[in-house]
């Protein structure tokens, strides 16, 4: 964390020394590595990531290359998952369909993360009636059920892709925002920013480069967990209908789909909740990882 | 206390009041109208254009949404909440909810109750054997369960208690022509509920597991030990009655996520609560029905924030509002 100034030592021992000095992200990166299943849960994001990117590659037909022959088809080595009603391969689906949750989690996430911080880094900062305004809408809007608003913007919009980043990005910035604020409240009366301030520093910029570096880990944490959430929506959403729909395969509306046949094929309701499953579990895995190595002190 | 409650219920007045017409704009903005496809039906003997237009201006639709939204309101205050548009055309919108309310209570309280034993036993349970493989096990759970969405689990849990095993009935309130029988009710009940539950307990037993934690830590309790008091009595009376304090607040907090659970569940296993009520008015542009389920679910949530309120200084004599 901090660098000890080499000249002030022996030269023997300087280069010694000069080998231990490390940077604070290295330092999270050292904790990082020792906590197994943080370690596991990037590894299977990695992969899930790498997939998702060569989806084409794996299924140079695309996802709704159709084989009304080959319906519901049991696993075999052309279709190692087997086919759906239509005859579709379900492993292709799934592929395509890790693209459109990591595609929508990640932007919303990115989004919300930003706007958050800006909601809540601004009332800490400037406090007065933007204080009170902005950390009371996040309140309210903490308080209230966060699924039956996300089906009605959904609707009203109509669901796509855009709809569902718009409403993910909407309903999903409080957290950050409260912890932003909490943070710059905590730094604001700080020498290193009294200082930063002396010297002519504007609000704007005393906020970046001063207060949100040292505001990061919390939400760094908050937003890992928040991208899990994400996918978990967006898979609701789909699943009723309201998020991405049919033909474009989402984790989600796989599972709508295979609802109808969970009688005669049930195996087709497996497959896309294990993925959404096995993806969030990683995510959680990452951020449980990622709270012990950004602060150990941390509780959220 | 008593000016604290009196400001907050009218907050509460405010919020509801600010809620709904945000929603009624919203409503608003669903592209076309409930009668679409009255008009645009591919059927040769449409609808007559005039009849449609006579029929939005008895409902209406010709008017600007606030004023429809004035219109709704001072009814909704007066007890009349309107009539169904389009899932049952003219059935009063209080009677389609007082079918379904006590449906969906059945399952939101079921799980409450429920998700508050599982949460309370496994965190308590969790606290006391710290980094036992009990503990670790508890861990493993707490971290699937909030991994896992809620509306695949309901699906693996019928594919596994109703297809294969046959041994729960895969949805429904009840077998047809047993609507009194109470086993058969508690057959219907038992998976919704567990489906339900499982996020709550995965998210509470770790909170009661941390907040028990931190009294654990407190000399109060090696006081209590060394009076020699009963380790059973310095757990279950000193420790407890302390670690459940902030647990209140929470559990206050999460009931609107036990609602919003509600309408994935109640679709899935096709029960005839709120939440299917919600999502079907929403997707068939059932206005009135959609403001209704809204309003009851807002003041709810709005309600059981401020039960937590109240109990939180109840529980704890160190909080006082003023």
Known sequence: MTTISAELRPAAEAERIESLEIGQWQAVWRRLRRHRFALLGMVVLATLVAIAVLAPLFAPGGFDEQNLFARYGLPSAAHPLGTDDLGRDVLVRLIYGARISLTVASIATILATLFGMLVGASAGYLGGVVETVNMRIADIMLSLPALPLLIIFSAALGPGLITIVFVLT?????????????????????????????????????????????????????????????????????????????????????????????WSQPWLAVYPGACIFITVLAINFLGDGLRDALDPRLKI | ????????????????????????????????????????????????????????????????????????????????????????????VAELMKQRLGNTLQLTVGATIVSLAFGLVIGIYSAVRQ????????????????????????????????????????????????????????????????????????????????SMLEVLRQDFLRTARAKGVMERVVLGKHALRNALIPVITIIGLDIPAIFSGAIVTETIFNWPGMGKLYLDSVLRHDVPVAMGVLTVIAFLVIASNLLADVLYAVADPRIRYE
């Not at chain 1, 909407?170 to 930063?196: D, Q, S």
């Not at chain 2, 009041?17 to 040769?44: E, H, K, Q, W």
């Not at chain 2, 409902?59 to 429809?68: N, T, V």
């Open chain 2, 131 to 210: 980094y036992t493989w009990k503990d670790n096990a508890a861990t493993a759970f707490s971290f699937a369960g909030q991994s896992m969405p809620t509306f695949w689990l309901g699906l693996m849990l019928i594919i596994i208690f109703a297809v294969r095993l046959q041994w729960l009935p895969a949805g429904d309130l009840y077998t047809p022509g047993k609507s009194t029988d109470l086993v058969d009710k508690l057959q219907h009940l038992i998976l919704p509920v567990v489906v339900l539950s499982v996020i709550q307990i995965a998210l509470w037993s770790r909170f009661v597991r941390s």
């Open chain 1, 170 to 262: 909407v309903f999903g910035w409080m957290g950050v925002a409260r912890l932003t604020h909490g943070a710059v409240l905590a730094l604001r009366h700080r020498e290193f920013t009294e200082a930063a301030r002396a010297l002519g520093g504007g609000a704007w910029h005393n906020i970046i480069r001063h207060m949100l570096p040292n505001a990061l880990a919390p939400i760094i944490v908050s937003a890992t967990l928040g991208f899990g959430n994400r996918v978990i929506a967006e898979a609701t959403l789909s699943f009723l209908g309201l998020g991405i729909n049919l033909p474009t395969p989402s984790w989600g509306n796989m599972l709508t789909n295979a609802q109808g046949y969970i």
């Open chain 2, 1 to 92: 206390m008593r000016n604290y409650m009196i400001r907050r219920v009218i907050q509460m007045a405010f919020l509801l009041v600010f809620v709904t017409a945000l929603i009624y704009f919203i409503l608003n903005l669903f592209p076309g109208g409930p009668f679409d496809s009255l008009r645009f039906s591919s059927d040769p003997r449409d609808a007559d254009p005039r009849e449609i237009a006579r029929l939005e201006a008895f409902l209406g639709l010709d008017k600007p949404w606030y004023e429809r939204y004035v219109t709704w309101f001072t009814g909704m205050i007066r007890g009349d909440w309107g009539s169904s548009w389009a899932l049952a055309t003219g059935v009063p």
